[in-house]
Structures are given as structure tokens and as C-alpha cells.
């Protein structure tokens, strides 16, 4: 069941108070409408009836795919990066739960990415050292970020998936990189492999990120 609570909301723009929903859990499965207001970030918006100001607000949203069988918690970061959550409240989850993949993310963009990732059936570990690769040889040297890398689509090319990742340049201009072939994602999945990753995880909370491939590397991922 999906969870939410009324909240009074103060417009920054006129300063009247008015009601906006927030949720603190969400399941697509029963409830698939909040799965589109997600993904267009509609659920995530206020607007003022008064003024018709309208603003992002970000909060801690717990998002339960049960079919797919993953859940992603967006906790926002606070004004110094830091993620503030109660571990004995995430991991009251994690028990009940077996074969979940659970992750945690920082924010609005990054939840949306994971859902794409899931959603084409494909390991977001594998995404996150498909990124390292093609960062290193393409995108380092034009001084690009390895941290404003996501992943934007994926489509079956010849007898491998294809992979678009978007790119988030200095200037704030958006671009798309396409990594395919058997040196693209399979490549990926296979450096998991060889460094025995457990295909099956440990049903705990964590954070899948640009610095995942160091410890995929090392053989902890
Ligand atoms: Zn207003």
C-alpha cells in the first residue's frame, strides 16, 4: 500500500499556506498512476492555488516495485551532502525482505535513473562500471564529471544490449553517448563475474554510485 500525509505548504512566493501531499511510501504495483506522476516528477512539484507559483520540492520517499522485486528510498541530501536517515528504520525493511534488491539514493534524477535501470532488466552494478569505461576512455579528458553520468536507455543491438548513457557536460548542455557491442555491457557483467560479485545479494541498503566500479574492482562489490 502506498502511504501519504497532507502537509501545509508555505508558497515562497506569496507566502500563503496551502495543502500538498507527500508521500512517504510508494507501490507501483497497486498504485501504477504514482509510478507516471514519478517519472514525470509531477508527484514531486507544488503549486500554489493562490498564485500559481509552482516548485520542486525534494523529500524521503520510499518507492516499492513488487513485481520487479526492488524498492529505492530517495533520501535528499541536507544543505553539507549528507543523506540523514534512521538505519534501524531501513533495515526493519531489509529484514522482511529476501531476493530485493534495496538501494539508496541521494536524489529526484538518480531515483529516476534506477527505475529505468530496473525497469529494462538490466544490473545497475554493471551500469555504474559500464560508466567508469566509457568515462576513462571518452569523457575525462573533456573535463566531464564521472558523477554526471546516468544511464538514459537501453535497446537490443544486434545479440547485445546497447547502452545510452546521458552526459551532463560543464556548460549544463545535455548529451548522449551510446556504449554497445560485447566490450560494452557484457563486458561489464563479466568484470562482476570474475571477481565473484554474489549474483544473488545480501538483502541489505546501499548506495550504487560513479564510485561502485573501485570496489567491483577490488572484488567487494
Ligand atoms: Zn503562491
Redesign the pocket.
Known amino acids: 500500500m502506498s502511504k501519504s500525509s497532507d502537509i501545509l505548504y508555505t508558497?515562497p512566493?506569496?507566502q500563503?499556506r496551502s495543502r500538498f501531499v507527500v508521500w512517504q511510501s510508494i507501490n507501483v504495483d497497486l498504485d501504477p498512476m504514482l509510478k507516471k506522476q514519478v517519472m514525470d516528477g509531477s508527484l514531486f512539484v507544488f503549486h500554489?492555488p493562490?498564485?500559481g507559483?509552482s516548485q520542486e520540492v525534494g523529500y524521503s520517499v520510499l518507492y516499492h516495485d513488487q513485481r520487479n522485486r526492488y524498492m529505492i528510498w530517495w533520501i535528499p541530501e541536507d544543505e553539507n551532502g549528507k543523506q540523514q536517515y534512521n538505519v534501524v528504520e531501513l533495515n526493519q525493511y531489509a529484514r522482511t525482505l529476501s531476493g530485493y534488491r534495496l538501494r539508496l539514493v541521494p536524489s529526484f534524477n538518480r531515483l529516476r535513473e534506477k527505475i529505468y535501470i530496473f525497469d529494462c532488466g538490466l544490473d545497475d552494478r554493471a551500469i555504474e562500471i559500464l560508466k567508469r569505461y566509457v568515462w576513462s576512455a571518452y569523457l575525462e579528458d573533456q573535463g566531464i564529471q564521472m558523477s554526471q553520468v546516468y544511464f538514459a536507455d537501453s535497446y537490443q543491438e544486434s545479440e547485445y544490449p546497447a547502452i545510452e548513457l546521458a552526459i551532463l557536460t560543464p556548460g549544463g548542455n545535455h548529451r548522449i553517448i551510446k556504449a554497445s557491442g560485447k566490450n560494452g555491457y557484457p563486458r561489464a557483467v563479466e568484470l562482476l563475474k570474475k571477481n565473484k560479485v554474489p549474483n544473488q545479494e545480501f538483502t541489505k541498503w546501499r548506495t550504487i554510485d560513479h564510485t561502485y566500479w573501485d570496489l567491483a574492482e577490488r572484488g567487494e562489490g
Do not use: G, V
Open positions: 508558497c512566493h506569496c500563503k500554489c493562490s498564485c507559483f
